[in-house]
């Protein structure tokens, strides 16, 4: 009992974090393809958040790899458990999918909002990271500790172009309200969502992957993951 309870927890955990980190990945790629148009020559800028994208689908791998090993298909949780969806959806009173990234960096004013919100849902996620690590149930399954534990690493040069970009424009940094709504976002999430899923008989796995549109990659060589 007590172990399909903890296999239910980690499927779910998982499942939510394949979620975002594709969700992280594919939006940076709708970021990144304005940010060339608006700042060609700025090649640190670029060249930082290509490294913050290419460690988003890394993450995303890794989790696939660790549910291809499970032999199971991630849960097929939608854009409420999206944290950056819910953030968009509040910032800009759209989807991510409607935003149009050209719109936003041609107005310094919405990329710096923008910059503040994937900010802050860096270090989020990198506080997030941290309690989980001493999760026991996490730290059960060795092979997602390791998980866990790259992303930690990552995280950090994740926040760092979009703070660097403020500072050297002379705009402020999150607001207090920005916070609040970050961390409400989250406690919903972790308080409210998740437990809900939990108890959820219906709640059915993907067919496929999320990335199964996207140029085919072996997960064998996924760091971490070699033992
Ligand atoms: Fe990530
Ligand atoms: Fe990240």
């Known amino acids: 009992m007590r172990s399909l309870y903890q296999r239910r927890y980690l499927d779910l955990l ?3 974090y394949i979620y975002n980190e594709h969700r992280g990945y594919t939006a940076i790629d709708r970021v990144l393809e304005a940010v060339r148009t608006r700042w060609p ?3 640190r800028l670029l060249a930082q ?6 460690d988003e689908r890394k993450h995303y791998l890794m989790f696939r790899r660790w549910f291809e090993r499970r032999g199971v ?5 939608d854009r409420t458990c999206g944290h950056i969806d819910r953030f968009v959806g509040i910032m800009f009173r759209s989807s991510i999918d409607d935003l149009d990234p050209m719109l936003i960096v041609k107005s310094d004013g919405l990329f710096e ?3 503040r919100v994937i900010s802050l849902t860096e270090k989020r996620g990198h506080r997030q990271v941290a309690i989980l690590l001493r999760h026991p149930i996490v730290r059960s399954d060795a092979t997602l500790t390791r998980i866990f534990r790259i992303i930690e690493q990552d995280e950090p040069s994740h926040w760092a172009p979009y703070d660097a970009w403020l500072a050297a424009n002379g705009r402020p940094a999150p607001r207090w309200w920005e916070r609040v709504i970050d961390g409400l976002i989250h406690s919903e999430l972790l308080l409210l969502k998740l ?3 939990f108890v959820s008989p219906r709640l059915g796995r993907l067919a496929e992957w999320a990335d ?3 140029p085919a990659v072996s997960t ?3 760091p971490a993951l070699a033992a």
Do not use: N, Q, T
């Open 220 to 222: 064998a060589a996924v």
């Open 212 to 214: 199964a549109g996207e």
């Open 73 to 77: 298909m991630p849960f097929a949780v």
């Open 49 to 54: 958040i290509e490294k913050h994208r290419a």
């Open 195 to 197: 437990p809900i899923l």
């Open 14 to 16: 998982g499942s939510i």
């Open 113 to 115: 909002r923008l910059c």
């Open 41 to 43: 020559d700025d090649h």
